[in-house]
């Protein structure tokens, strides 16, 4: 084991431009390739599968913020709080901005859900929320830098709010049109939002141990993602949700413990 260490403690640190294609490639796993996600895009969703995945992916819309102000808590420099907070504002809303998490409530509306189950999580699989809450849990007692960084699959994002837009209204015509906003909104943050976290990255991590760090981070970022999406599956295309073969009852807990 001490020998691998060293070993790759020689090795020649990634150059800045190829570390960001060796980040870049890390979208070959990207959630956009789940079956699940494939399957909406092509159009081959249920109503129930689709309201199952909007109540789901509240859960992770509403934790976002809360992984955003963790990262600042954790970060003593004065300008990078400046331009992350941003991401909070994005979600949160300000100055009559409704926000991510209004958008997205207004995206539920859209399917077919009405606001109050999605705000009460009743929907919220366990295997979601534990997913989730690694997530946010690692951002806290992560360095500011990782946990700035694992917000890097924001590379592959716009591609997958695109998608959505192109083909959602086409297989979908059920869906209110007007519940798309969110997915239009984040073609232009995720950018934006790309670029800050980017340079961050490309600065931070100068040797190959910390580069081949960072690309695990990432790769568990993409893990949560994919994660949350295995159970959807589970629940919605197998028909074998949490406690199937007891009861029909949605028994699994809610977070109390948070």
Not at 154 to 160: C, D, G, R, V
Not at 218 to 227: G, R, T
Request: hydrophobic residues 35%; charged residues 25%; proline residues 4%.
């Amino acid at each position: 084991m001490n020998s691998i260490v060293t070993e790759r403690q020689d090795l020649a640190p990634l150059s800045r431009d190829e570390f960001e294609r060796a980040l870049r490639a890390k979208g070959d796993y990207y959630h956009i390739h789940h079956p699940y996600h494939r399957a909406m895009y092509e159009g081959r969703c249920t109503p129930e599968q689709i309201r199952g995945w909007v109540a789901n992916r509240f859960y992770y819309q509403i934790s976002i913020p809360v992984k955003d102000a963790a990262i600042m808590a954790n970060c003593p420099d004065r300008e990078t709080r400046r331009l992350w907070v941003q991401r909070v504002l994005d979600h949160d809303g300000y100055d009559g901005a409704e926000g991510g998490i209004e958008a997205w409530l207004r995206l539920g509306e859209a399917v077919g859900l009405t606001r109050e189950e999605i705000l009460s999580q009743e929907h919220v699989l366990p295997g979601v929320r534990f997913a989730v809450d690694a997530y946010v849990n690692f951002a806290r007692r992560a360095t500011w830098q990782e946990a700035a960084s694992s917000s890097l699959t924001e590379l592959f994002a716009p591609t997958i709010h695109q998608s959505r837009l192109d083909s959602w209204p086409q297989h979908y015509p059920w869906i209110d049109a007007n519940g798309y906003q969110y997915f239009r909104n984040r073609l232009t943050e995720a950018r934006r939002d790309v670029e800050h976290g980017l340079s961050i990255t490309l600065d931070h991590y100068r040797t190959r141990e910390s580069q081949e760090r960072m690309l695990e981070i990432l790769q568990f970022k993409l893990d949560v993602l994919w994660s949350m999406l295995d159970a959807m599956t589970m629940a919605y295309e197998l028909g074998r949700p949490p406690y199937h073969t007891v009861t029909d009852a949605r028994v699994y807990h809610r977070g109390l413990w948070q």
